[in-house]
């Protein structure tokens, strides 16, 4: 059974930084993307970021230049770093991971953590 763990959410002011970590149980070689989404309230989930098992990098465009996708194979991690947070930010970060065996594809969501970004 996959488990992926997130950590690192908390209160912010605007302008400052986090970093979130999801932990994965088990090898993350074996999933094709890993990513962020996140979800404000009222609002739909949206994608965030990925990162390909080869390395490519995918941002929404509000995050571009402000967050940072990145994974550590050798430890089953993968982080977001987020910096120059905004209010709008606020919201609950998942971490996702999707992998294919044979001809299916498979989702897996951790819990999630929650983001505030408030003076």
């Known amino acids: 059974q996959v488990q992926l763990v997130e950590s690192g959410g908390g209160l912010v002011q605007p302008g400052g930084s986090l970093r979130l970590s999801c932990a994965a149980s088990g090898s993350i070689f074996s999933f094709n993307v890993m990513g962020w989404y996140r979800q404000a309230p009222g609002k739909k989930r949206e994608l965030v970021a990925n990162?390909?098992?080869?390395?490519?990098?995918y941002y929404a465009d509000s995050m571009k230049g402000r967050f940072t996708i990145s994974r550590d194979n050798a430890k089953n991690m993968v982080y977001l770093q987020m910096n120059s947070l905004k209010p709008e930010d606020t919201a609950v970060y998942y971490c996702h991971a999707f992998r294919v065996v044979s001809v299916n594809g498979y989702d897996y969501w951790g819990q999630g953590t929650q983001v505030t970004v408030s003076s």
């Open positions: 990162i390909q098992s080869g390395g490519s990098t």
